[in-house]
């Protein structure tokens, strides 16, 4: 038998690409689908941020709540996990990103098989040796034992029995089970030393690379378990753990494509890896987050300050401050995603046809941070002052907290500047209000099942219901009633006055979905209706109809018809059908990084997100404009047609970030012009929607820009009240609409006089009530005080004043105080002089602001603040005086 050392030097060390490639490819031969990976971003699942696992986004399968495409399928999903984000980069275990290889069964084969096909590819297809894989199992199952140990030929001493916690999965309430996990010995120079050392030590030599769960119970929530009447197994493998074995390398930042980026990293930071375990950490940090905010990007995930959108945001500042403590000069982050694609784009296509995107997006927030990251250490330097001011040497754990919430300050960095001035961190502070954010984000989630989405009545519907719908050509149809409930339960009649949800066989109506608001309109039987006021769409493919029954009766069983209101289906496509038109022509004007960030159409209007990173121009909006008019001037045909969706990408159809498709796919095509992939409806040619106008582009979030435009008879209307608010502005200016515009500058004109009028007024009025107050100044240690209340001046009129007085002071600080409209204005001014002896008039402002019931402060030479107590501008200006005794030195 060959040892250890010998054994590695005749596996082949296949690469991670190479390993994802044989996993999929070896269940395919099992009668396996392979499913591409799905989008990060969860899809009906509330109870996730981004997708965690292999099993996470196939969740409808196993319950039944959808048919799957096949009973047996294989993937390799992209996952993100930041649980252990504080430990990433200080360990070589942790990471946020990561590639789960699974295969699953939903109610076909289970544990002979799965437990076969695990040790088959781990043995015959890799080539890792028997004598080095060490089954677990739950203490409990010895059913799995016996296969192990009777079917696979595992001696009995090799065959680990663990408890719960470690070899049974279950997640509250749900589907549930026992766990096979399979164990490698990494050898010797892995391990601890201790001669008890074996499976289950938490030490590095024996690594679990498979687990094997077997769903097979039901759990109540109350720990009541019944057994399943369809039976799932849900593999996993971590790509990169099983890499890292094959390849023998002492950790996942080892393996052939991780390498690749850590080594791209220690180029732009002229550094070697293993020398300094301080940039070690930095290294291994940006070597895993540049994996997850390129992957996140992607799926069209965009920085934002909440959810997924923050993760990324914070995951990409740790990146960029990592990048500086590594001394790599400017922004590096997008150019180091092009190295992620280069390396993952054999498993995931997509990254290289958002190539540009990805870039741009991460060019931009990298910018950004930046330019916050200064602004924090201008903050945090304000915050020293002011400790040292007070004599303390702890920052408070709200302000490290602000620092860390508000400008991406890890508090490990706050922790280290503050070090150098010999200042700690209350750091039970810091951890309350962490917990309390946590607190507030846990109580903000909704109430859902095992599924993650909401509980409401419609789970309970019986899987096997399902709706088809037939709206795309006609707009009404006869049906029976399959199923109705109230808010709250299934019932089987819904009487008049009753709200409710109505599903039947086939449907003419479409269900909100894709940006398109639902249909509405009427159910009818005989005398009987049901009025629709919203269609929704539902897991397993039910279609539901949301509404009143405003006359008789409707119960399960009856064969009613359905008419979908003509008029507002007409003009919804027309919004519809314009949003396509409007994608292609932003990416003519502005780029292709144009993508589609989320839509809303109805009868009404249309409302279209999109990236990009700064505000359109009025000439790009009047070419977006034209070029959509164009093509609805120019008739094309807007055709469908149903391909697979290997096949519709090939012919270029665009595809939406993050939205699940099946293996058909419909595809959407006017003329030449636009080819996209979409299920809605839409008009028959352009030439039906007849014009667009855009009537406002805005900011919606980082790098997301939002237009809201009209088609048809909405913009008809448009104009129409534009020229009534013309006539009626007309009349009041008391000129013609053509003689608008003259007429507004004229009294432009007007107001600029009269303006400057006022201004002489009120400085000689201030002049006037001043009188010679030379002899209200005060010595303070040397230096000249003048310290003056004047009445009803605003904070221009007290800057100008302020300015004349300190000329006429020649050196000094000058207090002025004025109560205008029942609020203080105040402000502070310093000359050069009276700073060099200490004085600032920032901190003089903070000092008295207060005694007028506000805040404020400034730079050394100027500060101003308001205020909603006038009776206290005689205290403030006394106050000034012993607050600039304590500057003067």
């Known amino acids: 038998m060959l040892n250890i050392q010998e054994a590695e030097k005749v596996r082949k060390q296949y690469g991670l690409n190479e390993l994802r490639t044989m996993f999929l490819d070896f269940f395919e031969s099992k009668g396996h689908l392979k499913m591409n990976s799905f989008s990060l971003i969860p899809h009906n699942d509330n109870s996730l941020l981004l997708i965690n696992s292999g099993m996470a986004p196939l969740k409808p399968y196993f319950t039944r709540q959808e048919i799957p495409p096949r009973y047996r399928v294989t993937t390799c999903q992209k996952c993100i996990r930041t649980g252990d984000i504080e430990n990433v980069g200080k360990t070589d275990r942790h990471g946020t990103f990561f590639e789960m290889l699974g295969n699953f069964s939903f109610g076909d084969y289970f544990k002979h098989e799965a437990i076969a096909w695990s040790w088959e590819f781990l043995t015959q297809v890799v080539g890792l040796e028997e004598d080095r894989l060490y089954p677990s199992i739950y203490e409990e199952d010895d059913e799995a034992f016996e296969i192990w140990n009777k079917e696979i030929g595992i001696a009995k001493d090799r065959i680990f029995r663990l408890g719960k916690e470690d070899n049974f999965w279950e997640h509250g309430a749900g589907p549930c089970g026992p766990c096979?996990?399979?164990?490698?010995?990494?050898?010797?120079?892995?391990?601890?030393?201790?001669?008890?050392?074996?499976?289950?030590?938490?030490?590095?030599?024996?690594?679990?690379?498979?687990?094997?769960?077997?769903?097979?119970?039901?759990?109540?929530?109350?720990?009541?378990?019944?057994?399943?009447?369809?039976k799932n197994i849900d593999t996993g493998m971590g790509l990169e753990r099983l890499a890292s074995v094959v390849?023998?390398?002492?950790?996942?930042?080892?393996?052939?494509t991780l390498k690749a980026l850590r080594d791209e990293i220690c180029r732009l930071a002229d550094c070697s890896y293993k020398e300094d375990a301080e940039k070690d950490v930095s290294i291994r940090l940006i070597t895993d987050h540049i994996r997850s905010v390129t992957f996140m990007v992607s799926d069209g995930i965009m920085p934002s300050n909440e959810g997924r959108g923050y993760v990324l945001r914070r995951l990409l500042r740790r990146a960029a401050r990592h990048g500086r403590l590594l001394g790599i000069k400017g922004n590096f982050l997008s150019d180091l995603s092009k190295k992620v694609v280069e390396v993952s784009k054999g498993g995931y296509p997509e990254?290289?046809?958002?190539?540009?995107?990805?870039?741009?997006?991460?060019?931009?927030?990298?910018?950004?941070?930046?330019?916050?990251?200064?602004?924090?250490l201008n903050i945090l330097a304000e915050m020293k002052e002011s400790l040292r001011a007070k004599g303390e040497k702890v920052l408070s754990g709200a302000d490290a907290f602000k620092l860390y919430d508000t400008y991406g300050f890890p508090v490990d960095l706050t922790a280290e500047i503050l070090d150098e001035d010999g200042i700690s961190i209350d750091e039970d502070g810091f951890a309350a209000a962490m917990n309390e954010q946590k607190e507030k984000a846990r109580k903000a989630r909704k109430t859902t099942n095992y599924m993650g989405a909401d509980v409401t009545v419609y789970q309970s519907i019986d899987t096997a219901i399902t709706s088809e719908f037939v709206g795309y050509d006609r707009l009404s149809c006869e049906s029976p009633v399959t199923v109705m409930t109230t808010e709250n339960e299934i019932v089987e009649a819904l009487v008049d006055g009753q709200n409710g949800t109505l599903?039947?066989?086939?449907?003419?109506?479409?269900?909100?979905?894709?940006?398109?608001?639902?249909?509405?309109?009427?159910?009818?039987?005989?005398?009987?209706?049901?009025?629709v006021k919203d269609t929704i769409k539902l897991q397993g493919g039910k279609i539901g109809h949301v509404g009143t029954v405003t006359n008789g009766m409707f119960k399960t069983g009856d064969k009613v018809t359905l008419a979908v209101d003509e008029a507002r289906r007409t003009a919804a496509c027309k919004n519809h059908s314009a949003t396509h038109l409007l994608q292609k022509a932003l990416k003519i004007v502005l780029g292709n990084h144009v993508e589609q960030a989320g839509s809303s159409n109805n009868d009404k209007?249309?409302?279209?997100?999109?990236?990009?990173f700064s505000a359109m121009t009025a000439d790009e909006i009047r070419q977006v404009e034209a070029i959509v008019n164009e093509e609805i001037n120019a008739g094309l045909p807007v055709l469908t047609k149903v391909m697979d969706i290997e096949e519709a990408k090939k012919t270029g159809a665009m595809a939406l970030f993050g939205e699940k498709y099946g293996d058909k796919v419909r595809v959407v095509s006017m003329g030449d012009f636009s080819k996209e992939l979409c299920g809605g409806t839409h008009v028959a040619n352009t030439a039906n929607i007849a014009l667009f106008k855009i009537i406002s582009e805005t900011g919606v979030a980082a790098g997301v820009r939002r237009i809201e435009a009209l088609t048809g008879q909405g913009v008809l209307e448009y104009y129409s009240h534009m020229e009534e608010t013309l006539n009626a502005a007309a009349a009041a200016a008391k000129c013609e609409p053509s003689q608008l515009v003259k007429r507004i500058e004229g009294l432009h004109e007007e107001i600029k006089e009269l303006g400057r009028e006022n201004d002489k007024l009120k400085n000689q009025m201030a002049k006037d009530a001043m009188g010679d107050v030379m002899d209200k100044v005060a010595e303070v240690s040397g230096v000249s005080l003048l310290t003056l209340e004047v009445a009803n001046m605003d904070m221009n009129?007290?800057?100008?004043?302020?300015?004349?007085?300190?000329?006429?002071?020649?050196?000094?600080v000058v207090v002025l105080a004025s109560a205008a409209e029942g609020k203080v204005n105040l402000i502070a001014t310093a000359t050069d002089g009276a700073m060099a002896k200490g004085a600032h008039a920032g901190n003089l402002i903070k000092a008295i602001a207060s005694l007028v019931g506000g805040g404020g402060g400034g730079r050394p030479n100027m500060a101003q603040a308001g205020g909603k107590n006038p009776e206290g501008i005689a205290k403030a200006l006394e106050a000034a005086k012993a607050a600039l005794e304590k500057q003067i030195h």
């Open 180 to 230: 096979s996990e399979i164990y490698y010995d990494r050898g010797e120079k892995y391990g601890c030393g201790k001669p008890e050392c074996t499976v289950g030590c938490d030490c590095d030599r024996y690594m679990e690379i498979w687990n094997n769960v077997f769903t097979q119970f039901n759990n109540d929530g109350h720990g009541n378990y019944t057994t399943l009447e369809h």
């Open 247 to 256: 390849q023998d390398v002492d950790s996942i930042f080892d393996v052939d």
């Open 351 to 376: 990254l290289t046809e958002r190539q540009e995107f990805i870039t741009r997006v991460l060019a931009e927030e990298e910018e950004k941070f930046n330019k916050t990251i200064d602004q924090g």
């Open 503 to 531: 599903f039947t066989e086939q449907t003419p109506f479409y269900a909100t979905s894709g940006g398109q608001e639902g249909d509405r309109g009427v159910i009818s039987l005989g005398n009987s209706t049901f009025v």
């Open 605 to 612: 209007h249309l409302r279209f997100d999109f990236t990009h």
């Open 797 to 812: 009129g007290l800057r100008n004043l302020g300015d004349q007085l300190k000329s006429k002071l020649g050196e000094g």
